[in-house]
């Protein structure tokens, strides 16, 4: 019954900005932790930004002062901001949710959204 939907990817070019968004539905989201993956071609899965239940953040070094992870509880909604966009940040990105950080990779994920960072 759970179901994330992620949105606001597209193209953009190297230094600029985005912010993904993804709604959760059919779910107490607050008591649960939201994290962003990232899947690029050639490339693991990798955990970009995770926030708790209570507030507290987690980054991949590769994203650290570029990317803020935020959550909007009266919205069931968690963001994503990124900027000075990197061709290297190019992905599809995926929104999860689960009990706790460590629990996200076998949480309920949404179907993602293509982020591409190129001239």
């Known amino acids: 019954q759970v179901q994330l939907v992620e949105s606001g990817g597209g193209l953009v070019q190297p230094g600029g900005s985005l912010r993904l968004s993804c709604a959760a539905s059919?779910?107490?989201?607050?008591?649960?932790?939201m994290g962003w993956y990232r899947q690029a071609p050639g490339k693991q899965r990798e955990l970009v930004a995770a926030?708790?239940?209570?507030?507290?953040?987690n980054y991949a070094d590769s994203v650290k002062g570029r990317f803020t992870i935020s959550r909007d509880n009266a919205k069931n909604t968690v963001y994503l901001q990124m900027n000075s966009l990197k061709p290297e940040d190019t992905a599809v990105y995926y929104c999860?949710?689960?009990?706790?950080?460590?629990?996200?990779?076998?949480?309920?994920w949404g179907q993602g959204t293509q982020v591409t960072v190129s001239s």
């Open positions: 926030i708790s239940s209570g507030g507290s953040t």
């Open positions: 999860t949710m689960g009990p706790h950080i460590a629990t996200l990779v076998i949480g309920t």
């Open positions: 059919g779910s107490i989201f607050s008591t649960y932790a």
